[in-house]
């Protein structure tokens, strides 16, 4: 699979401020969705498993860059979909600039000396085609190429690192063992670059470097990734799991816990002008102050029983979160606008799962009980959650509420998500409309759902009925019926996803529906 092309995405290259609209337009034999992962747009344009782009249709989203400068990625994310349309090569960076950027001496020379680098490991079958849900990932390919190598400069280089595979973590660093300076974390520039032999980055995550090649033409070095340093329960590491609760076959595959190359670097001649020193003040920040967090939310990293009968497997799965499924028509939690949150990720399996969260970047105060480390400082929108662990960050939900599409928030490992360990979220805005203290989900049964002409609504209680709405998925009025009849004919609506609001003095209840 490919975006404007047979094979792999081509990166789009944004500025702060700048109104874009993408029109995504789905040839492929198979239905998919476009996210934008990282960005800060509004649920109906992140493009989760609710804006479904059917095969022939086009879906447009337009949106302001609201993000600060740092290297996003985009993919798809249909529900079940992520990992096969991923791994068969839709994957693309999304690079944002600013002024704060701009006014730094670092290279910006797309493809010359700022130079983005997609890692992925993926499996082939016995027909040679890209296999999903295998264990057996040892072809490594850096922005679909396997065997690659990049003739680089002897100045200063800034690589753009994303772990765009779907299962590995990898322990970057360089075979000469040379220093290089992280000065971007997943979501923006640090306040000061960071002297590092080695960076781990689990799926999803990003960072940018800086490495000093200058007077070293005519050398040869490699990218690594030193997986024998990994921590045994990372996806990657030497081991996974322990007695039982093991995947099967992962011993066999060949790099875990090795250390293997990923990018032969032939160091060539120097451009004109180029950068050659690297520095240490970056962009100044200011991380969400504790004290301003109003809500604490904890997330349950688990398994469920594929079968009644059958015991889950920690290492294995499958896994949910806090012991549920993903649900396409179920919302997980729901966020207040304008509030600053604590979530607590507690994970209670055999494996580290890299946590993200659509909407917002956060900042990580907590890991394992202890401090941050020094290279996840910074905004981030995916943490890596040890086995049997947790992990703490603040985040601020702005911007954009909308009491029916939700945001997701899940496991990166993409097999994981697909399986279900995958969660949804709403913002909501309750001061938008006057009166009402109080927006409340699957309150009510709706019948018959999926519906062809007339649903009713029951409520468990009685409620004195004041309006009922019928929103589409853009939160838009398409009927209403102000009377206390809870049967609503819905025959002149079009196929689709459709939500019931029924309003009483204080509070909204909201329910969704499938219009045949
Ligand atoms: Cu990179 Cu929800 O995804
Ligand atoms: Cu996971």
Redesign the pocket.
């Known amino acids: 699979f490919g975006v404007n092309g047979v094979w792999m995405a081509p990166t789009i290259i944004v500025n702060k401020g700048d109104s874009i609209t993408l029109n995504v337009i789905n040839n492929l034999p198979v239905n998919t969705t476009m996210?934008w992962?990282g960005l800060h747009v509004a649920p109906e344009n992140d493009g989760?498993p609710h804006q479904k782009i059917n095969p022939t249709t086009t879906w447009s989203p337009s949106f302001k860059i609201r993000n600060n400068a740092a290297t996003f990625?985009y993919?798809p994310?249909g529900a079940g979909q992520t990992d096969p349309q991923v791994s068969k090569g839709m994957a693309g960076f999304f690079i944002v600039k600013d002024a704060a950027e701009a006014a730094l001496n670092i290279p910006r020379i797309y493809g010359v000396d700022d130079i983005p680098l997609n890692i992925q490991s993926k499996a082939f079958d016995d027909l040679k085609q890209i296999a999903i849900a295998t264990e057996m990932d040892t072809a490594l390919f850096v922005n679909g190429t396997l065997n690659p190598y990049f003739n680089a400069p002897a100045q200063v280089l800034r690589f753009r690192l994303l772990n765009g595979s779907s299962l590995r973590t990898y322990n970057f660093g360089f075979s000469n063992n040379q220093s290089f300076y992280q000065i971007a974390t997943d979501g923006g520039l640090l306040d000061s670059s960071i002297a590092l032999k080695r960076l781990r980055l689990s799926p999803?995550e990003r960072a940018e470097i800086l490495i000093n090649f200058s007077g070293m033409i005519g050398q040869n070095l490699h990218l690594k990734s030193f997986s024998s340093e990994l921590e045994n329960g990372i996806y990657g590491a030497y081991k996974m799991g322990s007695g039982e609760d093991t995947i099967e076959g992962y011993q066999e595959n060949s790099l875990n816990g090795k250390d293997f190359n990923l990018l032969n670097l032939k160091i060539i001649a120097s451009t004109a002008n180029p950068v050659i020193t690297i520095p240490i003040s970056l962009v100044p920040f200011k991380l969400y102050a504790i004290s301003a967090a109003t809500n604490d939310r904890t997330i349950v990293f688990d398994t469920i029983r594929a079968l009644p009968f059958e015991k889950p497997n920690l290492a294995e799965g499958p896994f949910a979160i806090n012991s549920k499924a993903f649900d396409m028509d179920y919302v997980n939690d729901t966020v207040h606008i304008n509030t600053t949150e604590i979530w607590n990720l507690v994970n209670k399996t055999l494996v580290a799962h890299p946590f993200?969260i659509?909407d917002v970047q956060f900042n990580v105060i907590e890991k394992s009980g202890k401090p941050t480390p020094k290279s996840e400082r910074g905004w981030k929108d995916v943490v890596l959650v040890m086995p049997n662990d947790s992990a703490k960050f603040i985040t601020r939900f702005e911007t954009f509420a909308n009491e029916t599409v939700p945001y997701?928030y899940?496991c990166?490992l993409l097999h994981h998500?697909d399986d279900g360990m995958m969660g949804s979220f709403l913002v909501i805005d309750t001061t938008r409309s006057a009166g009402i203290s109080q927006i409340k989900y699957n309150t009510f049964t709706l019948f018959p759902n999926p519906v062809s002409e007339n649903i009713t609504i029951h409520f468990p209680s009685k409620i004195p009925f004041a309006e009922i709405k019928v929103l589409n998925i853009l939160g838009e009025t398409v009927l209403k019926q102000n009377t206390t009849n809870p049967i609503l004919n819905v025959q002149s609506l079009r196929s689709g996803i459709y939500f019931i609001q029924v309003k009483t003095n204080n509070t909204r209840y909201i329910q969704k529906f499938i219009k045949e």
């Open positions: 996210h992962h989760g990625w993919h994310h999803g993200h659509h997701m899940h990166h998500e």
